[in-house]
């Protein structure tokens, strides 16, 4: 199929459920690991789904599916057709994934390409992926770390790094389109996203990850352990269209308890022992401050699997440098 052209007629065309006014939803990159997801669940919602992605793999849930690039006008003049709210997660998810100038030039480019002609398209309502990267912990010279946990969004950047930078960008343009557009736009800082299957097509790798990060529990530490299920990405998504108050907000989401089957304070203790605690995360409490994700969006997640916890090995193995092994050896990356 042609950039820019369309396929159509797999779906349903329904408005969704309690949205009288939001009828059709346009969702960049919606062939990736969250954007199938999100039209899948979208489509169970029984919304109908615009489809925009640089190929069609010819089996996503829209009714709709246009090939392209997000940064190009003519595109997003064809994407935009009749679409009443808009979730933009089309990006190059991390930095060794192209170039420097690829990764950042594309992810901010099309972001605000994205949003712009949708706010020049009268669209209102967007959710931008951002990512927990926002904060530049992971892909720096050095592996960053909090001035305090649990991480919340009034934390600073560290971002050095094209991808982070990138997503910190996607945060300003937001806010920006808000200003121009009156567009509200929520930015959904993603932690490891992973799926437990549930449906045909859908991710299951999560189970494989606990798993890895079970054997290497430094392996997440710059992420803080964090991680959400893929419908439960795909349901902030749909929680972000409609936010409790209008404006431009950038949210974290992410499963209640942690990644790894541990003690969360007994992971603190062994790989993030100068980090201030400004509360106790008894159990497997994920170190996030997840407040306005339950305030702004009503969300949290639901697809939280029991992982019986056991006690860390007293030390980190031999050989294992708990700040900087985990940065290159990640199942997946945010
Ligand atoms: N998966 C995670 O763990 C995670 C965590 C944090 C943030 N994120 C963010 O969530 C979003 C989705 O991530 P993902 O894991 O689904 O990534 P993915 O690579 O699986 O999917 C991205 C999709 O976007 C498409 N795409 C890329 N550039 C495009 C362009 N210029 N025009 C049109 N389509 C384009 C790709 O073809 C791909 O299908 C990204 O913005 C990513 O940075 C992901």
């Given at each position: 199929m042609k950039p820019g052209s369309t396929g159509a007629g797999r779906g349903p065309t329904a408005?969704?459920?309690?949205?009288?006014?939001?009828e059709r939803i346009l969702v960049t990159g919606a062939a990736g690991l969250i954007g199938r997801t999100t039209t899948w669940h979208f489509a169970r919602l029984g919304a109908a789904v615009t489809a925009l992605d640089?190929?069609?793999?010819?089996?996503?849930?829209?009714?709709r599916v246009v090939v392209g690039d997000a940064r190009d006008r003519a595109t997003l003049a064809s994407a935009l057709a009749g679409v009443d709210a808009v979730v933009h997660l089309a990006?190059?998810?991390?930095?060794?994934?192209?170039s420097a100038d690829q990764v950042f030039a594309t992810n901010t480019a099309a972001t605000f390409a994205v949003l712009d002609a949708a706010g020049e398209h009268g669209v209102r309502r967007a959710v931008i992926a951002s990512s927990i990267n926002a904060l530049g912990y992971?892909?720096?010279?050095r592996p960053g770390r909090p001035?305090?946990?649990?991480?919340?969004?009034r934390l600073p950047s560290l971002a050095a790094d094209p991808y982070s930078l990138s997503k910190q960008v996607d945060e300003l343009t937001a806010a920006a389109m808000h200003r121009r557009h009156g567009m509200d736009v929520v930015a959904l800082r993603f932690p490891m996203v992973a799926g437990l299957g549930?449906?045909?097509?859908?991710?299951?790798r999560l189970p494989g990850f606990f798993d890895v990060i079970a054997g290497?529990?430094?392996?997440?530490a710059v992420d803080a352990w964090l991680y959400l299920e893929t419908r439960d990405a795909a349901r902030a998504v749909e929680l972000g269209l409609r936010p409790a108050r209008p404006g431009a907000h950038t949210v974290f989401v992410a499963a209640?308890?942690?990644?790894?089957?541990?003690?969360t304070e007994q992971l603190l203790g062994a790989f993030l022992p100068d980090v201030s605690l400004r509360r106790p995360f008894p159990?497997?409490?994920?170190?996030?401050?997840?407040t306005l994700a339950g305030e702004l969006l009503g969300f949290a997640a639901e697809h939280v699997p029991d992982l019986p916890m056991r006690d860390l090995e007293p030390?980190?193995?031999?050989?294992?440098?708990a700040a900087t092994s985990q940065v290159r050896r990640r199942p997946h990356m945010p």
């Open positions: 408005c969704l459920t309690g949205w009288a006014s939001v640089l190929d069609d793999p010819g089996d996503l849930a829209a009714d990006a190059i998810p991390a930095p060794e994934l192209g992971r892909y720096g010279p001035a305090y946990l649990p991480l919340d969004e549930g449906a045909d097509g859908l991710d299951d290497d529990p430094g392996h997440a209640p308890e942690t990644s790894a089957p541990y003690p159990g497997r409490t994920a170190p996030v401050d997840l030390s980190p193995r031999p050989g294992h440098d």
